[in-house]
């Protein structure tokens, strides 16, 4: 067996987004969200499926996957290869328009369903240890929630560090298979949710056709060009900061040199006019030179 990187935008869509596979995403969210008992979700309804670009080289334009619960409920999921300047107040417009959007002008407020956000970074973002984290709108003091409508998720591929043998629970499979499917050989013998099992046969290369492999071979090619992009855009500002530096570190030695210069020839009590000359310091240079070395004239 070879499977795709889950990581991969065309993978990503095709396996959370597939309207005759529902059972997958529903696993994800009920796992993630740790939903048990009468709070799973039972069914949802994609907002936004995915479809392949009629055009081969398109980008693909949904962007993440969306969908509703049987409650109303908003979920978007949504991966993010590199961390981006003001990544963080996207998000939060991200899901502020996502649930603004659910009424027009002049609708009643409580017709707004509670927006979930579900973002899976492909980098350590929180200075916290811990690869899943939860972000709520709460009282600082006394912890109360009383505004319980947004809701932020996040998992940190870069910090989920466990083997096979030590994923202990569902969400932990789940991670580990988002991280790890491109590199495996098999389906791991540990897979009983029936959801998860769904997104290994999707994920496996054998049952994409032709064309799904072309857009997800051209998805590699540009997610590498921007990587590409990125990598090169740091080096040349690494290599400007350091020509700055060297050449502030001249300056710097030039004019220490300079100034102990015009110290010696204070000390032979040359002519201030005949020091600015000939170190080319100005004379109120020279003469403040004087003042702050308290040398005598």
Same mark, same amino acid.
């Given at each position: 067996?070879?499977?795709?990187?889950?990581?991969?935008?065309?993978?990503?869509?095709?396996?959370?987004?597939?309207?005759?596979?529902?059972?997958?995403?529903?696993?994800?969210?009920?796992?993630?969200?740790?939903?048990?008992?009468?709070?799973?979700?039972?069914?949802?309804?994609?907002?936004?499926?995915?479809?392949?670009?009629?055009?081969?080289?398109?980008? %693909?334009? %949904?962007?993440?996957?969306?969908?509703?619960?049987?409650?109303?409920?908003?979920?978007?999921?949504?991966?993010?290869?590199?961390?981006?300047?003001?990544?963080?107040? @996207?998000?939060?417009?991200?899901?502020?328009?996502?649930?603004?959007?659910?009424?027009?002008?002049?609708?009643?407020?409580?017709?707004?369903?509670?927006?979930?956000?579900?973002?899976?970074?492909?980098?350590?973002?929180?200075?916290?240890?811990?690869?899943?984290?939860?972000?709520?709108?709460?009282?600082?003091?006394?912890?109360? @929630?009383?505004?319980?409508?947004?809701?932020?998720?996040?998992?940190?591929?870069?910090?989920?560090?466990?083997?096979?043998?030590?994923?202990?629970?569902?969400?932990?499979?789940?991670?580990?298979?988002?991280?790890?499917?491109?590199?495996?050989?098999?389906?791991?013998?540990?897979?009983?949710?029936?959801?998860?099992?769904?997104?290994?046969?999707?994920?496996?290369?054998?049952?994409?056709?032709?064309?799904?492999?072309?857009?997800?071979?051209?998805?590699?090619?540009?997610?590498?060009?921007?990587?590409?992009?990125?990598?090169?855009?740091?080096? @040349?500002?690494?290599?400007?900061?350091?020509?700055?530096?060297?050449?502030?570190?001249? %300056?710097?030695?030039?004019?220490?040199?300079?100034?102990?210069?015009?110290?010696?020839?204070?000390?032979?009590?040359?002519?201030?006019?005949?020091?600015?000359?000939?170190?080319?310091?100005?004379?109120?240079?020279?003469?403040?030179?004087?003042?702050?070395?308290?040398?005598?004239?």
């Amino acid at each position: 067996m070879k499977f795709v990187d889950v990581k991969n935008d065309i993978a990503f869509r095709k396996i959370f987004g597939n309207e005759n596979k529902k059972e997958i995403l529903i696993s994800f969210l009920n796992a993630v969200l740790k939903l048990e008992n009468q709070y799973k979700i039972q069914s949802v309804t994609l907002l936004n499926p995915f479809q392949f670009p009629r055009i081969k080289g398109l980008k %693909v334009t %949904v962007i993440d996957v969306k969908a509703t619960d049987e409650k109303g409920n908003i979920f978007i999921v949504e991966m993010q290869l590199t961390d981006k300047k003001g990544l963080d107040k @996207r998000i939060q417009y991200y899901g502020a328009k996502g649930y603004s959007a659910q009424i027009e002008s002049g609708d009643e407020y409580l017709k707004l369903k509670p927006m979930i956000f579900i973002g899976i970074l492909d980098f350590k973002y929180f200075e916290s240890p811990n690869y899943i984290s939860r972000h709520l709108i709460i009282d600082s003091e006394t912890g109360e @929630r009383k505004f319980k409508d947004l809701e932020f998720n996040f998992i940190e591929l870069a910090k989920f560090e466990k083997e096979l043998n030590q994923l202990d629970n569902l969400i932990d499979k789940w991670i580990y298979f988002i991280k790890n499917a491109e590199n495996l050989e098999i389906i791991p013998e540990n897979i009983n949710d029936t959801g998860l099992l769904s997104a290994y046969n999707d994920a496996e290369k054998h049952n994409w056709t032709k064309r799904e492999l072309e857009e997800y071979e051209y998805a590699q090619m540009r997610e590498q060009d921007e990587r590409g992009t990125i990598e090169l855009a740091v080096e @040349r500002a690494v290599e400007k900061a350091v020509v700055k530096a060297v050449e502030k570190a001249v %300056v710097k030695a030039v004019d220490e040199t300079t100034i102990r210069i015009a110290q010696k020839m204070i000390h032979a009590n040359k002519p201030i006019d005949e020091i600015a000359e000939y170190t080319e310091l100005s004379i109120e240079t020279v003469e403040r030179l004087i003042y702050e070395f308290g040398l005598k004239r």
